[in-house]
């Protein structure tokens, strides 16, 4: 039994992982933003996760934060990510094709997000 729950875990690290791509790998909170993307990119229907280029405005540091925005027309999302006056906004590619359906994940999804903060 000890074994297949380890196996799941691992699968779904490795699902996590194939999901993440495009230029920029780091995310923003360390160890809590890496959590957050996992925790998003488990969803069944978010097909790619692409981290874009983390903007400081000011000091570092406070508490780390995530809201899904507004799905585009083909049902994509955006993740914003901050932490302190530091902010990432990460491009979540879904498998769905309208704003609607969009519209549902995003909500889905930020409701994981208020359980896990």
């Known amino acids: 039994m000890t074994e297949n729950k380890s196996g799941l875990q691992e699968n779904a690290q490795n699902s996590s992982k194939n999901k993440l791509g495009g230029a920029h ?3 923003i909170g360390g160890r809590a933003g890496k959590k957050l993307i996992k925790l998003v990119s488990q969803h069944p229907e978010i ?3 692409i981290p874009s280029v983390i903007t400081v405005k000011g000091i570092a540091g406070g508490s780390l934060t995530g809201k899904v925005l507004r799905a585009d027309s083909r049902g994509n999302l955006r993740l914003l ?3 302190g006056r530091s902010f ?3 491009r979540l590619v879904t498998t769905v094709g309208t704003a609607e359906e969009g519209d549902r994940i995003m909500n889905e999804l930020n409701e994981i997000l208020r359980t896990a903060l």
């Open 81 to 83: 990510i901050s932490e």
């Open 25 to 27: 790998t780091t995310i």
């Open 47 to 49: 097909k790619r996760v």
């Open 88 to 90: 990432q906004e990460v």
